[in-house]
């Protein structure tokens, strides 16, 4: 429509906004009318319609007065006006900002993200494959629609789709030191934390022993704590975890327990600024390397979605999408997905980096507030525009200059069109000799990650700088009608797009929390880094050590996957990574010519052919904890070292070798292989995971009118079954049963807290645990007529008998005969690698046997038991962890002419009392079969076995 005149505006303005009770001479905005996202598209696209011109929805929210409204509407048909489209006074300007004298490096980058990415690479992966990476709630976290049945008739109000990752609720507890009763308590945002900062290090090359007592910062961007809505509908948690509950559900938790477990002396602090809190996470970390405050800087972004009330609320808003994707920038975009997961950035100076592969840099960061708008979650592009502005500034970057845009990007109706009017503002002006700058959003791909993010967006643009490429928005149609991006200066990445001609390896990234509270980052390609990489003329040390037995034989297969159709240059890079890593407790070494020849020896090992390998265990704290290392050891790393016999023998040792000293910056690969445990309150019903334990082995008591029973758990975490295993599998040892038998006699009859004797022991088959799962046992106790108890452990998913015994109160219990033979650590390390020949791994609290040693008949030890297993458990008086190492002594004695130290049955079993930390085991053969006795130093008898006979093991597999 042409000719119209300044009266014809006024007049169609006028009918748009009768419906509302306003006109152009009203005083009232429309920011004060409460307009939601569907108004002001509707006030729009009516001016459009009349008008017969495209009217941005953006335009009417940064111009909310009739008589500003009226101006822009004059300008876009062609009458002129000299105040349409500016930006605040402030926009472009930072009066009080000065260039830095330089900027900040990213040298460490780890991830975890819906449904099942671990790493950046595998990010990238689904970025440029526009993969969907968003999962049906039922389907992905069926708990969490339970959680909300509880107190709904149906899940109408809950939103249908979410991004879940798999395993969120997996922790590597022992690697950290950490219980399993703890663990469980724990966020698993904080669990997350630990694992990912770790593997951030060792993508940075950095052995995390070397930040030790440095000053180290911690900036977690985080917002919600959905585990403490769990642990509130969990009946008995607070009873169960009680002050585990107080620090595994504390926000600050989030970043101190990380300062705490690395020993990190820099600031701690969790930042909450909503969907940007990661971004102002990165901003704080920035200006606290430039001002020195700090040297290094951990920064992270994570969220988690445990809370049914919370995904409910959000949905009810009118937030969430119902056809379940971020549909940025698309006509079809109607809100967003929330999503859960974890980045981890690792910081440095950049003329501190050197050495390090620098993935970006980081030229600048801003933040500001949007200040007043129509409502608490409307968007200010204006202030948008200024901090654009300000951050680029900071980075002495000029607009023309920025290649890609990572948008905050919600896919909301009217977020969308605010961010676009904000960028044209901020990067407006036509620039002839360039392509336009790309913009895109990682939400179409992952979701809305809302506190974490901002360093999702940040390392997508990370990766596009590293590849060159723009990814395109995921599952995008049709452009959103209401976009205005200025024309030559701003377009849509819509697909893979290699970087605009004529713009700068230069990317910014937007994070906008719904407050208001803003985040702008910008950040840069380093310079070509010229790092030498030193090599071997002959063979290739390769060196893998691991804090368990079972991540050793992972991290081998892991290696085994990397290497195949490598090249020699191949080998000699993950050797490298490997020469680099922390060194911990169990360890394997070799070396070899080539790729095909790691192979072949791998292979032989995972086969069982230890004979081209070196292995050991380091058991001094100095070397095997891995928190523990050589410390900041940055002279010239002896990676070119030809690797002898000797020397790979000295690092297996936890000797001096070529190898301790490390300089960092050699990414290590493969990441470390944590434990993939599960742990977390059980929500599925109304009872806590360990509600009011009355025994570490005995769950509740289970007993009606017609039997007295006692219920146990035994999942695969659970430290006695963990460290126990044979063959590859986690079993219940059969000590436990002893123990467990020990409580329940007691808590049933008066009279059997105190010596008690056990005739006719019975094992069944033992039983096996997988990883995962939980099985039940029900312990019966009935009275006999002579005045002793039956005791009957019974397997509750299939009624299997597994132990049976007759207790009673014993009157005295027999003596200790006199040691004569006398024991050595030569001969507890026999019977330790008698125990692995024959498939029998113990760790953890089983490893106590200090000297050792047999005769024809008879074996002795002396126990010193660890003191983070012992006497820890509930009520225990027969510790497991000691009777089980008295059993395998027992079997050895007997010249292990079982398979394994299985026990099947014995004649009768003392318990006087409690066992003590330190003991000496006695084991005598006779007539096929054992007697063992147990007892303090002064021959105090603890326990006393009496006709032990061992049997062939197949194991219960549940």
Not at 470 to 481: K, Y
Not at 841 to 848: D, K, M, N, S
């Amino acid at each position: 429509m042409t000719g119209l005149t300044r009266g014809d505006v006024i007049a169609v303005l006028n009918e748009v906004l009768e419906p509302w009770g306003i006109s152009r001479d009203s005083d009232i905005s429309l920011a004060e009318l409460g307009l939601g996202s569907v108004d002001y598209i509707q006030v729009a696209r009516g001016l459009s319609d009349l008008l017969d011109v495209d009217v941005p929805v953006g335009k009417l929210f940064m111009n909310p007065q009739p008589e500003q409204l009226e101006e822009v509407l004059a300008a876009l048909v062609g009458i002129e006006s000299s105040e349409v489209g500016e930006a605040d006074d402030d926009a472009g300007k930072n009066e009080s900002a000065s260039p830095l004298i330089e900027d900040v490096a990213i040298v460490g980058m780890a991830c975890q993200l819906p449904p099942d990415i671990r790493t950046p690479e595998q990010f990238w992966d689904a970025l440029v494959t526009q993969r969907d990476c968003i999962s049906v709630l039922e389907e992905s976290r069926p708990w969490l629609v339970e959680q909300h049945l509880r107190d709904h008739d149906d899940t109408s109000a809950l939103p249908r789709y979410a991004g879940i990752v798999e395993g969120m609720d997996e922790f590597d507890a022992a690697f950290f030191n950490i219980s399993p009763l703890e663990a469980q308590s724990m966020d698993p945002q904080q669990r997350r934390l630990l694992e990912v900062t770790w593997h951030a290090l060792e993508d940075a090359g950095e052995r995390p022993s070397s930040l030790r007592a440095t000053r180290t910062g911690v900036y977690v961007g985080a917002q919600i704590i959905d585990y403490r809505d769990i642990s509130r509908i969990t009946d008995g948690a607070s009873d169960s975890y009680a002050g585990h509950l107080d620090s595994g559900n504390h926000a600050a938790m989030l970043a101190n327990r990380l300062s705490r477990w690395y020993d990190l002396r820099g600031p701690s602090l969790v930042v909450n600024t909503a969907c940007s809190s990661s971004g102002v996470a990165l901003h704080l970390a920035t200006q606290a390397l430039l001002s020195h405050e700090v040297d290094v800087a951990i920064v992270a972004g994570v969220n988690y979605l445990g809370s049914a009330a919370t995904l409910m609320c959000n949905n009810l808003a009118g937030m969430q999408s119902s056809q379940g994707r971020c549909a940025t920038f698309d006509a079809s975009a109607d809100g967003y997905v929330r999503s859960e997961g974890v980045v981890v950035f690792v910081l440095r100076r950049t003329h501190e980096a050197d050495g390090y592969r620098v993935r970006a840099i980081v030229q600048g960061t801003a933040v500001n507030e949007d200040g007043y708008t129509g409502s608490l979650r409307a968007p200010n592009p204006r202030a948008q525009a200024a901090l654009v502005a300000e951050a680029l500034a900071e980075a002495r970057i000029g607009p023309e200059q920025v290649g890609m845009v990572e948008c905050h990007g919600t896919g909301t109706p009217l977020g969308d069109p605010m961010e676009v009017e904000g960028l044209n503002l901020a990067l407006g002006g036509v620039h002839p000799d360039a392509d336009p700058a790309l913009l895109t959003s990682a939400k179409t791909v992952v979701g809305h990650l809302e506190s974490a993010a901002a360093l999702v967006s940040v390392m997508k643009a990370v990766l596009s700088l590293e590849h060159s490429l723009v990814p395109g928005l995921g599952h995008f149609t049709t452009v959103n009608p209401d976009l205005d991006p200025a024309p030559g200066v701003l377009a849509l990445a819509v697909e893979n797009t290699p970087w605009p001609t004529g713009r700068s390896d230069v990317a910014c990234i937007s994070s906008f929390g719904f407050g208001g509270a803003n985040a702008h980052m910008v950040v840069s390609k380093p310079h070509a880094q010229e790092r030498v990489e030193q090599a071997w003329s002959d063979a290739v040390p390769l060196l893998f050590s691991a804090q368990s037995p079972e991540a050793l034989v992972r991290l081998l297969e892991l290696v085994r996957e990397m290497l195949t159709g490598a090249d020699r240059a191949g080998l000699e890079q993950i050797a490298r990574g490997r020469l680099a890593a922390q060194p911990m407790a169990y360890r394997l070494t070799f070396s070899a010519s080539d790729a095909e020849d790691a192979c072949e020896i791998i292979d032989a090992v995972l086969a069982g052919d230890d004979s081209r390998v070196q292995r050991g265990k380091v058991t001094h704290d100095s070397q095997s904890s891995p928190q523990s290392g050589q410390g900041d050891t940055r002279g010239e790393q002896s990676t070119a070292a030809t690797p002898t016999d000797t020397t790979l023998g000295r690092w297996v040792r936890g000797e001096a070798s070529p190898w301790d000293d490390n300089r960092p910056g050699t990414p290590i690969t493969p990441l470390y292989p944590f434990a993939a445990e599960r742990h977390g309150l059980v929500v599925q019903g109304t009872r806590a995971a360990h509600p009011s334990r009355r025994h570490a082995l005995v769950f509740s008591n289970d007993s009606d009118l017609r039997d007295q029973a006692f219920l146990s758990v035994w999942e695969a975490g659970n430290p006695i079954v963990r460290n126990y295993k044979f063959a590859q599998r986690n079993y219940v040892p059969a000590a436990a049963w002893i123990e467990v038998a020990r409580y329940c006699a007691a808590a049933s009859v008066a009279g059997l807290a105190g010596a008690v004797l056990f005739e006719d022991l019975r094992w069944g088959e033992p039983l096996a645990i997988r990883k995962g799962e939980t099985q039940w046992t029900r312990t019966l106790v009935g009275s006999r007529d002579d005045g002793k108890i039956d005791i009957d452990v019974i397997l509750v998913s299939s009624g299997e008998v597994l132990f049976q015994t007759t207790v009673s109160a014993a009157s005295s219990v027999p003596g200790c005969a006199s040691s004569v033979i006398e024991t050595t650590e030569t001969g507890a390390q026999a019977w330790q690698r008698d125990l692995v020949a024959a498939g029998v791994i113990r760790a953890g609290g089983y490893e106590c046997v200090v000297t050792a040693a047999k005769t024809t008949g008879a074996a002795q030890a002396r126990i010193d038991a660890n003191s983070e297993y012992h006497g820890r458990g509930r009520n225990v008086v027969c510790d497991v962890y000691t009777t089980t190492d008295a059993l395998d002594i027992g079997w050895w004695a007997d010249g292990e002419s079982a398979p394994a130290p299985w026990p099947q049955s014995v004649d009768r079993l003392w318990i006087a009392g409690a066992t003590p930390q330190q003991t000496h085991i006695t084991a005598c053969c006779r007539d096929q079969l054992v007697d063992i006795v147990v007892a303090d130093a002064e021959g105090q008898v603890a326990t006393r076995l009496e006709g032990v006979s061992y049997q062939s093991q197949a194991g219960k597999d549940a």
